[in-house]
């Protein structure tokens, strides 16, 4: 197995769902989600042979119809973050060990335009996160 060399990324058609939608779910539709994020994500970074010892930054683009606030975005990205920990891809989704960045840009609601979303982690070899 090869292990993936950063920096790393990603695009996929599996959209986001908001915080709001996602905590509402019945559990089994919460663990159908994860799956597709794992099957997502899977296919494109393959389980890596062991955790890695160094910090990590991610950074998670939605390209979506329609905005949501912060709080939504991030409690949407949980299950895909924790999929990233359980591929090796991140140590632990603590903040010891990775900054999440959480973005978001609207696309024209033209039907052509599909949503995606857009993954990238690298290495960070600065001094600890701080956060505000």
């Keep these: 197995m090869v292990d993936l060399k ?3 990324e990603m695009v996929t058609d599996t959209q986001l769902k908001s915080g709001n939608i996602f905590l509402r779910m019945h559990w089994a539709a919460r663990a159908r989600y994860k799956e ?3 099957a997502a994500v899977g296919f494109h970074w393959h389980r890596q042979s062991k955790k890695p010892d160094v910090r990590r930054m991610v950074t998670i683009v939605s390209h979506r119809r ?3 606030d912060d709080d939504n975005l991030r409690t949407g990205c949980k299950p895909l973050v924790d999929v990233l920990v ?3 891809l991140l140590r632990d989704d603590s903040p010891e060990w990775v900054k999440v960045f959480y973005v978001q840009h609207t696309i024209s609601h033209n ?3 599909k949503p995606y979303t857009q993954i990238t982690i690298d290495d960070y070899h600065g001094s600890k996160f701080h956060t505000i």
């Design 6 to 8: 950063m920096p790393a």
């Design 36 to 38: 597709t994020w794992m």
């Design 66 to 68: 329609k905005i949501l």
């Design 86 to 88: 359980e591929l090796n």
């Design 111 to 113: 039907p052509e335009d």
